[in-house]
């Protein structure tokens, strides 16, 4: 379990000052709403210390509380993407806002490697008027939220959302239902309404309004937590072939995607048994009862070292045994057949 940012790259549409110098400036609040004083600088991709780049929501948030990217000013809309080189197991997202958050946002997820994609949530102040839907402060589980549009705090805003929130919750995390939710190849948030600080004037008396200063979004972390996906059949993974983590400040931990399999499974993400284990159908792990759900060896005489799942000679047996033999070692069994060393013709493509 870990970020799964840390080590690849966040892809946006925008960074501040990739073309030229950009000023800005924001307002924060105190206890009571009433603007501090303003706080401005400036960006530029040019100059390592005044640039915002993507990379800076995946750098260490303890380390270098911070840095943070800032997307151009001219950028009404905004993406966040994460593209993983394998499926992952997705939990939760966290993510801290340097600018107000945005008024509309969605989140959403792809198991496909960006081909299709779905909601896990939207957020709005007004989730009716925005996007037509209900608000899950009045009715849970609804897949709006306006828990956090709100502009305040201006700075320093989080974003919560859990993959397993209501109206979804499975006990077994292995399940059909379970993957379906938190298996992923891709994330993004797509930010689509920013939104300015609407301090109130800091001193006493009538005083103008505070001139309106130009948007942008900015963020100072993306943590996106979550794990390999391995069907509950094994404890660490190592790097999927050909990734080389990307190296960033205050990074030491990456989650790497390819499983290291026990319980006599194979593959990636442990999907499958091991050669000469498929007198079962292979199962994922029981996460609720523990159950490891083992792979079962094929007990073929010797006479083999990989065998394959039949399900017509497991239903034959009663649920038994589906192990059988392939062509190649039926016919390798052959002389042992005749010489009556193995059973008779039928039983000899299964696997006693």
Known sequence: MGNLAHGRA????????????????????????RCKRLACGRCSAAHAG??????????????????????????????????????????H?????????PAAM??????????????????????SATFGLEDDVKQRGAICTSRYSSPFPCTRGEVICRALS??????????????????????????????????????PGPQPPNPPLPLHYAV???IVKGSCFCNGHADHCVPVAGFKPLKAA????????????????AGSHCQHCAPLYNDQPWQAADGKTG?????????????ADTCHFDMDAWLASGNRSGGVLSAQHRRAALPALQAGLLPGPQEALLCP
């Open 10 to 33: 966040l892809q946006t549409e925008t960074a501040c000052g990739r073309h030229a110098a950009e000023p800005f400036c924001a307002y924060a609040e105190d206890a009571q709403r």
């Open 220 to 222: 100072y972390d993306f």
């Open 166 to 203: 209501p109206p979804y919750a499975v006990e077994d995390p292995y399940s059909a239902e379970a993957q379906a939710q938190l298996k992923i190849t891709n994330l993004r948030v797509r930010l689509l309404e920013r939104q300015g600080c609407p301090c109130l004037p800091a001193g």
């Open 93 to 101: 997202l966290i993510l801290v806002f340097k600018s107000p958050r």
């Open 250 to 265: 205050g990074v030491f931990h990456v989650v790497h995607g390819k499983c290291m399999c026990k319980h006599n499974t």
């Open 106 to 127: 969605v989140l959403e997820r792809s198991q496909d490697f960006g081909e299709t994609w779905k909601p896990y949530k939207y957020f709005a102040a007004n989730c």
């Open 291 to 303: 159950d490891p759900k083992e792979c079962q060896s094929c007990k073929c005489n010797g006479h």
């Open 50 to 91: 005044l640039a915002h780049p993507p990379a800076a929501m995946a750098d260490s948030p303890f380390r270098l509380p911070r840095t943070w990217w800032q997307a151009a000013q001219d950028a009404p809309q905004e993406t966040i993407r994460l593209d993983l080189e394998t499926a992952f197991y997705f939990t």
